[in-house]
């Protein structure tokens, strides 16, 4: 059994990128955490959706069979660049310290939004090889509508080296997304219920198998 760590940058995020990766580990006996770093402040978002996302939140990942959701507090959505870097950091290091993950999954440093890349940068401090040896492998996830937006050969691109299957749990996937109905859209919109299907069987396909998720392999300790 491993102790598994997904970081989010913001509710949803996780299900988009590691949901059916999530719900496979799950089933197969892990223990898999969530942490949500950032939380929408007024005026920017109303009190009433905030706490109804965080309530989608704990539906989503129940659905998907996480062990511990954990809700970060002290740093807004879509503000992270205005926050104190090594606030960020130790507070990322203490969730590391306390949870002692085996397989760590990011945000892909290349999205376009900059929460994104400060938590990416904020979790390799964090994970840093002399904190400790209990870390094994650690994943960049992709996110629909924020890692393929970036501009092309100016910012990293996403190519993936590592898949997971997930042709037994994309309907989890697909469950758990539906519980965020606050964040889901209308096709052809990317955050809607066919692309998230599009994308999985696309994966899916690239390594021979009906769907799966894509990442790439920051590090791994064999």
Known sequence: MNDILVVAPHPDDEVLGVGGTIARLSHEGNNVNVVIVTKGEPPMFEEVLIERVRQEAREAHRLLGVHDTLFLEGFPAAKLDIVPHHKLNNALKDIVERIRPNIIFVPFYGDIHIDH?????????AIRPNRGNFIK??????????????????????????????????????????????????????????SIISLAKLRGSTIGCNAAEAFVLIRAIL
């Open 117 to 125: 890349r400060l938590v990416f940068e904020s979790m390799l401090v």
């Open 137 to 194: 492998a650690v994943f960049a996830y992709e996110t629909l509508s924020e890692t393929n937006w970036n501009a092309p050969f100016l910012t990293p691109s996403f190519i993936p080296n590592t898949y997971f299957d997930i042709t037994d749990f994309l309907d989890n996937k697909i469950e758990a997304m539906n519980a965020y109905k606050s964040c889901l859209k209308d096709f052809p919109h990317e955050r809607s219920i066919e």
